[in-house]
């Protein structure tokens, strides 16, 4: 998806972040904070983003995320704010090891899923990304609903096997 | 949920035969601290964005069963200060219907307490309105009255009459004079109604002698002589 694109498909999106927003924070403000960090990550995941796709349905999932990591953020700023739980903040807050294991993890799972058939890893993808049920990944490529069931459980199966031996390693 | 539970559903999710809602239940199970290495790798192929969908779902779940129970309990709560209204209500009609039944029963007469308050008041009413004041029970009339030839007729009546309700009395009683006066109006009275009865007698005498004359006269028209 090139800029121009986005920028259109971004302007058409906004109202509906900013509701996802609205009715979990009940504040215009945090909605509003929702929508840009929404869209920033829609932007940075812009150039995997092929025309086919269901742009909606990501938004939506990645606006409910941001929603929740922003309340943890606004949970951990209030409690360093009281200044006497730092401790607790330290349990809330990843540390630096943690973060550095979590990226790790991060880049081997997308390496991972590189390594799947295109076929696999465009179901894969469309069913972990876009939250899309079976019978609608069906509709939208024109697959036998028992095909994408199959591919989409073999590729589950490859990553898991992958992941599962570089945890024992 | 149960680790068997998990399981079965980890077993669901690698043949792909989960639900998205499925998958949103077990990302919230399998992110816990201290899980399976297998959980782990599972939580890791769900990803943060299917973490993150179901800790907003079941947050908003959560808020959506809240506010139900506050609306049941709302309800629940005016329902209850309903009942007790009606059941007040309820026992509170009886008791008036009583007091009326009690009142219905009572003697017609002011008692003397509220006859002496409401002395005040009537003197007040009576000042406003022109009439003569309210006397009250220590100021009797009879005492005030002027000596006149008449009044000795007029007195033992006075004297006579019972004091049920003095406070209440007016401090115009009739005079001696005025009595003698009413009883002189009332015998005329008394006297026309007598003359207007008889001069009724008279008349209807008068007609039916007319009738009989008539008759007579219709009976004896050959033999008379005009």
Same mark, same amino acid.
């Given at each position: 998806?090139?800029?121009?694109?986005?920028?259109?498909?971004?302007?058409?999106?906004?109202?509906?972040?900013?509701?996802?927003?609205?009715?979990?924070?009940?504040?215009?403000?945090?909605?509003?904070?929702?929508?840009?960090?929404?869209?920033?990550?829609?932007?940075?995941?812009?150039?995997?983003?092929?025309?086919?796709?269901?742009?909606?349905?990501?938004?939506?999932?990645?606006?409910?995320?941001?929603?929740?990591?922003?309340?943890?953020?606004?949970?951990?700023?209030?409690?360093?704010?009281?200044?006497?739980?730092?401790?607790?903040?330290?349990?809330?807050?990843?540390?630096?090891?943690?973060?550095?294991?979590?990226?790790?993890?991060?880049?081997?799972?997308?390496?991972?899923?590189?390594?799947?058939?295109?076929?696999?890893?465009?179901?894969?993808?469309?069913?972990?990304?876009?939250?899309?049920?079976?019978?609608?990944?069906?509709?939208?490529?024109?697959?036998?609903?028992?095909?994408?069931?199959?591919?989409?459980?073999?590729?589950?199966?490859?990553?898991?096997?992958?992941?599962?031996?570089?945890?024992?390693? | 949920?149960?680790?068997?539970?998990?399981?079965?559903?980890?077993?669901?999710?690698?043949?792909?035969?989960?639900?998205?809602?499925?998958?949103?239940?077990?990302?919230?199970?399998?992110?816990?601290?201290?899980?399976?290495?297998?959980?782990?790798?599972?939580?890791?192929?769900?990803?943060?964005?299917?973490?993150?969908?179901?800790?907003?779902?079941?947050?908003?779940?959560? =808020? %959506?069963?809240? /506010? +139900? @129970?506050?609306?049941?309990?709302?309800?629940? *709560? $005016?329902?209850?200060?309903? #009942? !007790?209204?009606?059941?007040?209500?309820?026992?509170?009609?009886?008791?008036?219907?009583?007091?009326?039944?009690?009142?219905?029963?009572?003697?017609?007469?002011?008692?003397?307490?509220?006859?002496?308050?409401?002395?005040?008041?009537?003197?007040?009413?009576?000042?406003?309105?022109?009439?003569?004041?309210?006397?009250? =029970? %220590?100021?009797? /009339? +009879? @005492?005030?009255?002027?000596?006149?030839?008449? *009044? $000795?007729?007029?007195?033992? #009546? !006075?004297?006579?009459?019972?004091?049920?309700?003095?406070?209440?009395?007016?401090?115009?009683?009739?005079?001696?004079?005025?009595?003698?006066?009413?009883?002189?109006?009332?015998?005329?009275?008394?006297?026309?109604?007598?003359?207007?009865?008889?001069?009724?007698?008279?008349?209807?005498?008068?007609?039916?002698?007319? =009738?009989?004359?008539?008759?007579?006269?219709?009976?004896?028209?050959?033999?008379?002589?005009?």
């Amino acid at each position: 998806m090139d800029r121009t694109t986005f920028e259109q498909t971004a302007a058409r999106l906004r109202p509906l972040i900013l509701r996802i927003g609205l009715n979990f924070f009940g504040s215009a403000d945090d909605a509003e904070d929702v929508a840009q960090e929404t869209l920033v990550q829609l932007w940075r995941y812009c150039e995997r983003l092929d025309e086919g796709r269901n742009v909606e349905a990501l938004a939506v999932r990645v606006a409910k995320n941001c929603c929740v990591n922003l309340k943890r953020r606004q949970h951990l700023r209030v409690v360093k704010g009281g200044g006497h739980l730092q401790a607790m903040s330290a349990q809330l807050a990843p540390s630096p090891h943690e973060e550095l294991e979590w990226r790790e993890r991060v880049s081997a799972f997308n390496e991972a899923v590189g390594l799947l058939q295109p076929r696999e890893r465009q179901l894969f993808e469309m069913r972990q990304l876009e939250g899309l049920s079976t019978e609608q990944i069906a509709q939208q490529t024109g697959m036998a609903k028992a095909s994408v069931q199959s591919m989409i459980a073999m590729a589950r199966k490859k990553l898991f096997n992958k992941m599962k031996g570089r945890k024992e390693l | 949920m149960t680790t068997k539970t998990v399981n079965k559903l980890i077993d669901k999710y690698l043949e792909g035969k989960t639900s998205p809602d499925e998958e949103r239940r077990l990302a919230l199970e399998v992110n816990c601290t201290g899980a399976p290495a297998e959980w782990q790798v599972v939580a890791e192929m769900l990803g943060e964005l299917t973490l993150g969908e179901a800790i907003y779902e079941d947050t908003m779940a959560r =808020r %959506r069963r809240r /506010r +139900v @129970a506050l609306c049941v309990g709302w309800a629940a *709560a $005016a329902c209850i200060a309903f #009942m !007790v209204v009606m059941v007040v209500a309820g026992h509170r009609k009886p008791q008036q219907q009583e007091a009326v039944v009690l009142a219905q029963k009572a003697p017609a007469t002011v008692p003397a307490v509220v006859q002496r308050e409401a002395a005040p008041v009537a003197a007040e009413k009576a000042a406003v309105v022109g009439m003569p004041k309210v006397q009250k =029970r %220590r100021k009797p /009339r +009879v @005492a005030a009255a002027p000596p006149e030839p008449v *009044a $000795a007729e007029a007195e033992p #009546m !006075v004297a006579e009459e019972p004091m049920v309700q003095p406070a209440m009395q007016p401090t115009m009683q009739p005079s001696t004079a005025e009595l003698a006066q009413v009883e002189q109006n009332f015998r005329q009275w008394q006297l026309g109604w007598t003359i207007r009865n008889e001069a009724i007698e008279l008349e209807l005498a008068t007609e039916q002698l007319n =009738r009989k004359y008539a008759m007579y006269l219709a009976e004896n028209r050959d033999n008379i002589e005009i």
